[in-house]
Each structure stands twice: as C-alpha cells, then as structure tokens.
T-cell receptor, first 117, second 110 residues
Framework: SAVISQKPSRDICQRGTSLTIQCQVD?????MFWYRQQPGQSLTLIAT?????????ESGFVIDKFPISRPNLTFSTLTVSNMSPEDSSIYLC??????????????FGPGTRLTVL | GQQVMQIPQYQHVQEGEDFTTYCNSS?????IQWYKQRPGGHPVFLIQ???SGEVKKQKRLTFQFGEAKKNSSLHITATQTTDVGTYFC??????????WGAGTKLIIKP
C-alpha cells in the first residue's frame, strides 16, 4: 500500500491568485492522478501526472489553468491558476500501480479544500 | 465517451436492513473497483473485480461482476452504523484511468 500526503489541507484564496497543492507518496507509484470533487458529488479527473513530461489533461481542463509537475515517482504538484469562485472545490491526489496482475487500486491523499472568495 | 452509471443516488435504510448499489458501463471494462468514502474523508479502496461473473465477499459485503463485464453490484447485509458513507464504483479503461460512477450514499435512519 501507499500513504499519500497533501498540503495544504485547506486554504481560502482571493480571486485572481494562484495556489499550488503538493502531493507526496511514501513509496514509488507508477501512476499519479489529480481529481476535483464537489461536496456530495463524484470525482472528476483533471489530469494524469506524468513523470518528467507534460501531464495528460482530460476534456475541459487545460495546462494554463491547472499546470502540473511530477519531477519524480513520488511527488507531484497541481497549481490552480487565476482562481475564481467556481474553482472552489476539494482537490484530491491519488497514486497507484498499473498493469499486469497487480491490483490497480488507487490510494488517495486526504484532499485540499479550496475556497475562492 | 465511456460512462459508468450508478444507482441509486441515495439509499435510506434502518440499521440491520440490507443495502445494494448497482453500476452499469456503456462498454466492457477490464476491471471494476469499489471505493468507500466516509463523510469528510477520501475514497478508500475496497476491492477489484477482474473476471467475468466474479463474486467476492468481505464479511457482510458481497461484490459481483457481470458476465459481460459491463455491470457490477455491491450488497451489504445487515447494515451497521459503521457502513455509513458513499460507495463508488470505478471502471478501469485501457489507459489505467478510473471512470467513476456517481456514487450511492448510504444513510442509516435513526
């Protein structure tokens, strides 16, 4: 299994500013993902964080708004840029192994609760 | 695009009653995973089903994967207060990404 930590756990930000969320895994994982979850809703995948290369973004999410870095197998950052109140949400980082016969479960960080005023 | 539909959205039960949530995919899945999210918490992995027709049990929880690998269900027998939370199914696509169902919130009536 893997333990994932995220920081900050929560933040209140002014519109037009940017926030960088950090995600640290305690063991090497193949895949790292960033999700957004509105309260009471399902998870929406923002992007897959790729080690040493540009992230792969889902439809509706772009690099200019959500730049992502993953310099090594255990660390990733997500920046929410030029924030507006619509960006208020919980942002979750996850990691997992992939492929072959392993169980492909994803381990989730505790989330970052972002409020934009 | 690929979708996973999950019903019901909510289920209210008396403690001791059973609970079931269902997922249906528009396409064949390589596997399906189930997660539980407690109120205020993050999703926690419960199980992965890979084989057609597979049935797995974890104590009071029974998970099934359909013969066509397009549908799945989670059944909880004799619910307890510790079962409260939202249960998500997630189908894995060919890029190892999870396609999440909307979740079913289990509410225990007082």
């Amino acid at each position: 299994s893997a333990v994932i930590s995220q920081k900050p756990s929560r933040d209140i930000c002014q519109r037009g500013t940017s926030l960088t969320i950090q995600c640290q895994v305690d063991s090497q994982v193949t895949m790292m993902f960033w999700y957004r979850q509105q309260p009471g809703q399902s998870l929406t995948l923002i992007a897959t964080a790729n080690q040493g290369s540009e992230a792969t973004y889902e439809s509706g999410f772009v690099i200019d708004k959500f730049p992502i870095s993953r310099p090594n197998l255990t660390f990733s950052t997500l920046t929410v840029s030029n924030m507006s109140p619509e960006d208020s949400s919980i942002y979750l980082c996850s990691g997992g192994l992939a492929g072959g016969t392993v169980i492909n479960e994803q381990f989730f960080g505790p989330g970052t609760r972002l409020t934009v005023l | 695009g690929q979708q996973v539909m999950q019903i019901p959205q909510y289920q209210h039960v008396q403690e001791g009653e059973d609970f079931t949530t269902y997922c249906n995919s528009s396409t064949t899945l390589s596997n399906i995973q189930w997660y539980k999210q407690r109120p205020g918490g993050h999703p926690v992995f419960l199980i992965q089903l890979v084989k057609s027709g597979e049935v797995k049990k974890q104590k009071r929880l029974t998970f099934q994967f359909g013969e066509a690998k397009k549908n799945s269900s989670l059944h909880i027998t004799a619910t307890q207060t510790t079962d409260v939370g939202t249960y998500f199914c997630a189908g894995e696509d060919s890029n190892y990404q999870l396609i999440w169902g909307a979740g079913t919130k289990l509410i225990i009536k007082p």
